[in-house]
């Protein structure tokens, strides 16, 4: 008895998902004891109804998407035959009170809201139909699938395309067509439930994503991440490879959204992906996205500034400390058969050297302040940050040409801009040290590439230690990888397994925020209709 009252009341929706089932609660307002209680939760947990949670206890299970689209294929043909008996009764004063219930959806910001209306809207269509234990049926399925449809699908997507087929309805059943009427309810009703597909199947609304997301390139072990991320506003993720602009312009034809890692998403690129809304670049830089082209398509780019912080500032010192001690070289001797101290020579003490960091956001911050442990002064040149905030820092704010004269080490973290590219270039070598090295984990074109061959070969500074190029991977042939004095890593200063989870998880969020109507946390334009 207890089990068939607890069944009654979650497919009524009285009970809702995620409610806490309190066992002594149940036991005093049904006048049995803990026993019976403790059975029928067990007993309904094992029919998926309720599930046990730790600390928690016994709460109301969440539908999954495949019994959504049943009670779907349920709904459907009742609520087509509510308005096939409704529609000879239906009034005009019925009629002017759909349209109003209409407008108000489209005034309507709040999901809760609009969800509400939409009910009323349906109500007053079927209302006239007299057919109460229908309607009852009816309003007990919408009741359980609206209440979970909003877990996979975003609720103000759903309302773009209903209201679309609410006037279709409507405008059917002024005409008094009962046929199309009756069809675009079909239709709208199978929008409800896919997301904006329409797709049918044996005449039959299909569940399909509500979008569809493309990853252009990934260097990721595996999507899990995303695919959890996304699947919860439904969307379908197509993974690519594509590192050239012909492999990408037919690929992104009708995604909704692009994550895109080092693909060249060109002017072109943007202008193909027709249904675009968000393109969510996995990293800091934005350089291989025309930004231009998607603000003035209306496209969100985002990108994610904080996820490597930690790593990028490791790395940084980790090159540091290489050239500082001639790690990589002496590695090298030792391999060679030679075991000669003299090799090292010449090597300076750390404490008490300089270094510059060109750029002050947060990588060299931390930079700073890692460095400042092992006694190096820090000086800092960036034209957007204010000096006090640098002096904040225990950092000295200088002018380019002052930095590179004064430091042991430079340190570029600049972003590649219009205004960076080839910021390094012969000129700034030639300012720099013959002791200095160079450290680039920023953008490899911030730094003019023959101007640094030809500072490395004929001892204008030091050495270099780069994790990025102008080109990725080098040709086999390169100057750069003939040289001793120059350390190259293949671009992975970002790279640890924490960070990695985390690029993928706030980058595949901003794609469900905008998809959801909801503001980017970390936006690189500004687009009309977008929340800020």
């Not at 442990?373 to 640098?390: H, I, M, S, T, W």
């Not at 100057?479 to 595949?508: G, M, W």
Request: one cysteine or more; hydrophobic letters at 45%; charged letters at 30%.
């Amino acid at each position: 008895m207890v089990a068939e009252v607890l069944r009654e009341a979650i497919l009524r929706g009285i009970l809702v998902a995620g409610q806490q089932l309190r066992q002594d609660e149940i036991a005093r307002e049904l006048g049995v004891s803990h026993i019976p209680v403790r059975e029928a939760l067990r007993q309904l947990e094992a029919e998926g109804l309720v599930r046990l949670r730790p600390y928690r206890g016994f709460e109301v299970s969440e539908l999954s998407p495949e019994e959504v689209e049943e009670l779907y294929e349920i709904r459907i043909p009742l609520e087509c035959q509510a308005l096939r008996l409704a529609m000879p009764h239906l009034t005009d004063a019925d009629l002017r009170r759909a349209e109003e219930i209409l407008d108000a959806i489209d005034a309507e910001q709040d999901p809760s809201g609009w969800s509400q209306l939409n009910t009323e809207f349906h109500a007053v269509l079927y209302a006239p139909s007299r057919r109460q234990r229908l309607l009852n049926l009816i309003r007990t399925l919408r009741t359980n699938v609206d209440r979970y449809l909003r877990l996979y699908i975003s609720v103000m997507q759903r309302k773009q395309y209903s209201q679309r087929e609410h006037r279709k309805i409507l405008e059917a059943v002024r005409r008094r067509d009962v046929a199309e009427a009756v069809e675009a309810l079909e239709e709208h009703l199978g929008i409800a439930c896919c997301g904006g597909s329409g797709v049918r199947r044996n005449g039959k609304p299909v569940a399909r994503p509500a979008f569809k997301v493309v990853v252009t390139d990934s260097v990721f072990p595996h999507l899990e991440v995303e695919r959890q991320v996304l699947g919860r506003v439904g969307a379908e993720l197509v993974a690519l490879q594509a590192h050239r602009e012909e492999e990408l312009l037919e690929a992104v034809a009708d995604a909704d959204a692009l994550l895109v890692c080092f693909a060249p998403v060109t002017g072109r690129v943007v202008q193909a992906a027709r249904r675009c809304r968000i393109i969510a670049r996995y990293g800091i830089g934005v350089d291989n996205v025309d930004v231009r082209t998607a603000t003035a398509r209306g496209i969100v780019v985002t990108n994610v500034p904080d996820y490597c912080v930690e790593e990028v500032s490791d790395h940084t010192l980790a090159l540091l400390l290489a050239c500082a001690r001639r790690v990589v070289w002496l590695d090298r001797r030792v391999r060679a058969g030679r075991w000669d101290a003299r090799d090292a020579v010449p090597v300076r003490r750390l404490s008490g050297q300089t270094l510059g960091l060109v750029g002050f956001g947060k990588i060299p911050r931390l930079v700073a302040r890692k460095a400042q442990a092992f006694g190096l002064r820090v000086l800092a040149f960036d034209p957007y940050v204010d000096p006090a905030v640098v002096r904040e820092h225990g950092v000295e704010p200088v002018g380019l040409r002052a930095l590179l004269e004064r430091s042991d080490y430079v340190s570029l973290h600049a972003p590649l801009t219009p205004q960076t590219e080839g910021l390094v270039d012969e000129a700034a070598l030639r300012w720099m040290k013959p002791t200095a090295f160079l450290v680039n984990t920023a953008r490899g074109r911030i730094v003019e590439e023959g101007a640094l061959v030809r500072a490395l070969e004929r001892g204008w500074i030091a050495g270099a230690a780069l994790d990025v190029l102008p080109t990725e991977p080098p040709p086999k042939d390169h100057r750069l990888l003939r040289l001793d004095n120059v350390i190259l890593t293949p671009h992975v200063a970002f790279y640890s397994e924490e960070s990695l989870q985390e690029l993928q998880r706030k980058a595949a969020e901003e794609v469900a925020r905008v998809l959801t109507g909801q503001a980017p946390r970390y936006p690189v334009n500004r687009v009309a209709g977008v929340p800020a």
